[in-house]
C-alpha cells in the first residue's frame, strides 16, 4: 500500500459546552457547516481528551500532546515556545521569557508601573526592541518585538538556570525585583541578570529620542520591559526522526508556531495569516493543498486560533460564524479529494460561557481509509456515537499514521 499524507488540522478551542441561552446547543451544534458533516458522515468519529480526562489544557501543552510529545516532559513554560515562534533560535541552555511593554515611573530610584502594556501602542516597539540587545556581564541578552505590545528575550550564557520568578509585577505597582525559585548558585545569577538587564533596559528606552515621538501622538512611553514564564527548551527528539515524516506547520500564531519549530516542523509563512478571528483561513487552506500537491511535507499541521478568541471574548454568535466561515474554506480541501488522511478537531474545548478552556472532551474525525460509523454531523455530542469511541490526544498520531500505512509493528 501507498503511504499517505495526514492533514491534521485543528481549530483552536472550537469544542464547547451546551449554552442555556442558545437552546442548550453549543457553536458547532447550531453553526452550518456541511463541509464539517462530511468529513464526519464520510470519516471516523470520536471524541479525545487532548491530554487526559477533565484536564483543562493549553493550547501549548495540547498541540505537544496531539503531536504525541508528552506535555508533563517536554512542556518547560511558554517562554521558549513564544521566543521560537517569534523566530529567534534557542539553544537548549537558553532562558527564554515573554515580555511585554510597559509604561514605568521611576520615583526616588525605584521603578513603578503605571501602564502594563505601555498603552497597547505599537508605535517604535520594534526598533525598541532592537535596542535591548546587548550584554550583561558574560551574558547575552537577545530581545524581539513580536506582535502587539509583546516581546520575547532570551538570555544566553553559562550556568543559567529557568528557576527565576517573573520581573512582570502582573498588576500596576512597583516593579518586581526578580528572585531565584531554588538555592542554586545558577538561579541567583540569573535573577540577578535579569534585574540588571531591566534596568539597563529601562535606561536606554527611557532616553530613546522615540519616546518623545510616542508622547507626541498622545502615547504613554514604552521605556521598560516586563518579564515572565522563564523557561528552557531542554532536548526535544525531532518529529522526523521519531515518525519517519517531515512535517509543516500552518499556523498564525506564534505560541503553535514556536511549538512546532521546537519538535522539528517546518513553519510555513501564510500571507495573512495573523492568529486572530480576522485570519486569512483561505489562504491556510491553500498553503495546505499546496503541501499535499508537493513532494516536502507528508504531515501537515494547520492551527485556524480564531475560534478560541472568540470563544474567551464569551461570543456564542461570533463562534457559529467562525465555524460557518472554516468550513466555507473547507470546501476546496475536500473538492481537491487529494488521497490524504485528514483529520479535524480542536485543541481543547473553550466554553463561550465559561470564557476559558475546559477539560470537556473534544469531537473528532478522519477522513480516509477507515471504518465509517453511524455519525453524520460533526459535533460534541454527535462524535461520541463514533466509531473511535474516546481516545487520548497522544493517540491521536498513532491512529493516524496507521490510517496512512505509516505505522510501525510492535511484535513479529
Ligand atoms: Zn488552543
Ligand atoms: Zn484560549
Same mark, same amino acid.
Given at each position: 500500500?501507498?503511504?499517505?499524507?495526514?492533514?491534521?488540522?485543528?481549530?483552536?478551542?472550537?469544542?464547547? *459546552?451546551?449554552? !442555556?441561552?442558545?437552546?442548550?446547543?453549543?457553536?458547532?451544534?447550531?453553526?452550518?457547516?456541511?463541509?464539517?458533516?462530511?468529513?464526519?458522515?464520510?470519516?471516523?468519529?470520536?471524541?479525545?481528551?487532548?491530554?487526559?480526562?477533565?484536564?483543562?489544557?493549553?493550547?501549548?501543552?495540547?498541540?505537544?500532546?496531539?503531536?504525541?510529545?508528552?506535555?508533563?516532559? /517536554? /512542556?518547560?513554560?511558554?517562554?521558549? #515556545?513564544?521566543?521560537?515562534?517569534?523566530?529567534?533560535?534557542?539553544?537548549?541552555?537558553?532562558?527564554?521569557?515573554?515580555?511585554?511593554?510597559?509604561?514605568?515611573?521611576?520615583?526616588?530610584?525605584?521603578? #513603578?508601573?503605571?501602564?502594563? *502594556?505601555? =498603552?497597547?501602542?505599537?508605535?517604535?516597539?520594534?526598533?525598541?526592541?532592537?535596542?535591548?540587545?546587548?550584554?550583561?556581564?558574560?551574558?547575552?541578552?537577545?530581545?524581539?518585538?513580536?506582535?502587539?505590545?509583546?516581546?520575547?528575550?532570551?538570555?544566553?550564557?553559562?550556568?543559567?538556570?529557568?528557576?527565576?520568578?517573573?520581573?512582570?509585577?502582573?498588576?500596576?505597582?512597583?516593579? !518586581?525585583?526578580?528572585?531565584?525559585?531554588?538555592?542554586?548558585?545558577?538561579?541567583?545569577?540569573?535573577?540577578?541578570?535579569?534585574?540588571?538587564?531591566?534596568?539597563?533596559?529601562?535606561?536606554?528606552?527611557?532616553?530613546?529620542?522615540?519616546?518623545?515621538?510616542?508622547?507626541?501622538?498622545?502615547?504613554?512611553?514604552?521605556?521598560?520591559?516586563?518579564?515572565?514564564?522563564?523557561?528552557?527548551?531542554?532536548?526535544?527528539?525531532?518529529?522526523?526522526?521519531?515518525?519517519?515524516?517531515?512535517?509543516?506547520?500552518?499556523?498564525?500564531?506564534?505560541?503553535?508556531?514556536?511549538?512546532?519549530?521546537?519538535?522539528?516542523?517546518?513553519?510555513?509563512?501564510?500571507?495573512?495569516?495573523?492568529?486572530?478571528?480576522?485570519?486569512?483561513?483561505?489562504?491556510?487552506?491553500?498553503?495546505?493543498? !499546496?503541501?499535499?500537491?508537493?513532494?516536502?511535507?507528508?504531515?501537515?499541521?494547520?492551527?485556524?486560533?480564531?475560534?478560541?478568541?472568540?470563544?474567551?471574548?464569551?461570543?456564542?454568535?461570533?463562534?457559529?460564524?467562525?465555524?460557518?466561515?472554516?468550513?466555507?474554506?473547507?470546501?476546496?480541501?475536500?473538492?481537491?479529494?487529494?488521497?490524504?488522511?485528514?483529520?479535524?478537531?480542536?485543541?481543547?474545548?473553550?466554553?463561550?460561557?465559561? *470564557?476559558?478552556?475546559?477539560?470537556?472532551?473534544?469531537?473528532?474525525?478522519?477522513?480516509?481509509?477507515?471504518?465509517?460509523?453511524?455519525?453524520?454531523? #460533526?459535533?460534541?455530542?454527535?462524535?461520541?456515537?463514533?466509531?473511535?469511541?474516546?481516545?487520548?490526544?497522544?493517540?491521536?498520531?498513532?491512529?493516524?499514521?496507521?490510517?496512512?500505512? *505509516?505505522?510501525?509493528?510492535? =511484535?513479529?
Amino acid at each position: 500500500m501507498q503511504q499517505k499524507k495526514i492533514v491534521l488540522l485543528i481549530c483552536d478551542g472550537m469544542a464547547d *459546552r451546551p449554552d !442555556k441561552e442558545h437552546n442548550n446547543k453549543t457553536p458547532l451544534e447550531v453553526a452550518n457547516k456541511p463541509n464539517m458533516d462530511k468529513i464526519a458522515k464520510e470519516g471516523i468519529c470520536g471524541l479525545m481528551n487532548p491530554i487526559g480526562y477533565g484536564i483543562p489544557p493549553g493550547s501549548d501543552t495540547a498541540h505537544l500532546a496531539l503531536l504525541s510529545y508528552d506535555p508533563y516532559k /517536554y /512542556y518547560t513554560g511558554r517562554g521558549p #515556545f513564544e521566543a521560537l515562534g517569534a523566530g529567534l533560535n534557542l539553544g537548549k541552555d537558553d532562558i527564554a521569557f515573554r515580555c511585554n511593554f510597559a509604561t514605568a515611573e521611576k520615583k526616588n530610584d525605584k521603578l #513603578f508601573i503605571t501602564d502594563r *502594556r505601555a =498603552g497597547r501602542g505599537e508605535f517604535g516597539l520594534e526598533k525598541l526592541g532592537d535596542m535591548l540587545n546587548f550584554q550583561i556581564e558574560d551574558v547575552k541578552a537577545i530581545f524581539k518585538t513580536s506582535s502587539g505590545h509583546r516581546g520575547v528575550l532570551v538570555l544566553r550564557g553559562k550556568n543559567l538556570s529557568e528557576k527565576i520568578s517573573d520581573s512582570d509585577p502582573h498588576s500596576e505597582g512597583e516593579i !518586581k525585583n526578580v528572585v531565584p525559585l531554588d538555592n542554586t548558585n545558577s538561579s541567583k545569577r540569573t535573577a540577578e541578570i535579569l534585574n540588571k538587564f531591566t534596568r539597563k533596559a529601562y535606561e536606554i528606552l527611557n532616553n530613546s529620542e522615540i519616546q518623545k515621538e510616542r508622547l507626541n501622538k498622545g502615547m504613554p512611553p514604552a521605556n521598560i520591559v516586563l518579564a515572565r514564564g522563564a523557561g528552557k527548551i531542554g532536548e526535544i527528539p525531532k518529529f522526523n526522526e521519531k515518525y519517519g515524516m517531515n512535517g509543516v506547520c500552518i499556523a498564525g500564531v506564534n505560541l503553535v508556531k514556536g511549538i512546532s519549530r521546537a519538535v522539528g516542523l517546518d513553519v510555513a509563512e501564510i500571507n495573512g495569516a495573523t492568529g486572530h478571528k480576522d485570519s486569512n483561513i483561505g489562504s491556510k487552506i491553500d498553503a495546505c493543498i !499546496k503541501e499535499l500537491k508537493g513532494d516536502k511535507h507528508d504531515f501537515i499541521l494547520i492551527n485556524i486560533k480564531g475560534t478560541d478568541e472568540i470563544s474567551h471574548d464569551g461570543d456564542f454568535k461570533g463562534k457559529v460564524e467562525m465555524i460557518e466561515r472554516i468550513d466555507t474554506v473547507l470546501a476546496k480541501l475536500l473538492e481537491e479529494d487529494l488521497d490524504a488522511t485528514i483529520a479535524l478537531t480542536a485543541d481543547h474545548t473553550t466554553s463561550v460561557t465559561v *470564557r476559558e478552556h475546559s477539560g470537556d472532551p473534544v469531537p473528532v474525525a478522519i477522513l480516509g481509509d477507515v471504518r465509517t460509523d453511524e455519525v453524520y454531523k #460533526f459535533s460534541e455530542r454527535e462524535c461520541a456515537k463514533g466509531g473511535l469511541g474516546v481516545i487520548k490526544g497522544s493517540d491521536l498520531l498513532n491512529i493516524l499514521m496507521d490510517l496512512s500505512e *505509516r505505522g510501525k509493528k510492535f =511484535g513479529a
